[in-house]
């Protein structure tokens, strides 16, 4: 399963692709950060991550799309960036027919660290870990990106597993 992680962000949107199944070490595609301009207005800068994410997409076709959920955060001026950005990855997925998964904050540091109150340095240092990279992904949202898709690779690969027992429990009856 390939997946596409993106930690939505207006100023910095986070994109990395991870590769791999549950039960066998994940790799990493790619990772970096779609940026864009606090001078620009709004609109510009919604259609320059649009095109990123199109630009990933396109190159990395993944088999998914695993977006941080935005939640209220105590800096509430920039949840609505966030859920911009968020909105936008959301319909450069579907527009493709590529399915989406949204993971929570807390999901996603449990998932990868072991803890939901895990912090930003333990996250990344397990991303590293887990990815077996030379050096930590930077910045934080290129490591958010890939934690995301780890997670979705975990937990997807496992909803596929049960879907599969699933179905073949019902055509045995």
């Known amino acids: 399963m390939r997946v596409l992680g993106i930690d939505p962000g207006l100023t910095r949107c986070g994109v990395g692709v991870v590769e791999g199944s549950v039960g066998r070490p ?22 320059a991550i649009e095109a990123g994410l199109n630009a990933w997409i396109e190159e990395y076709q993944p088999d998914a799309v695993a977006v941080e959920r935005v939640f209220a955060r ?30 929570t904050p807390s ?12 912090n930003k340095a333990q996250v990344t240092a397990m991303v590293t870990r887990i990815l077996r990279l030379d050096a930590p992904p930077k910045p934080a949202d290129a490591a958010d990106a890939l934690a995301l898709a780890i997670t979705h690779v975990w937990r997807g690969g496992a909803q596929a597993r049960i879907d599969a027992a699933m179905a073949a429990a019902r055509s045995a009856q």
Request: no cysteine; net charge positive.
């Open 107 to 118: 999901e996603v540091k449990a998932a990868v660290s072991g803890s939901a109150r895990a």
């Open 74 to 103: 105590s800096d509430s001026s920039t949840i609505m960036g966030t859920a911009q950005a968020s909105g936008i990855a959301l319909v450069v997925a579907a527009r493709r027919g590529i399915p989406v998964a949204l993971h």
């Open 26 to 47: 994940l790799t990493m595609i790619d990772v970096n950060v779609i940026r864009t301009s606090a001078g620009e207005q709004i609109a510009k800068r919604l259609v």
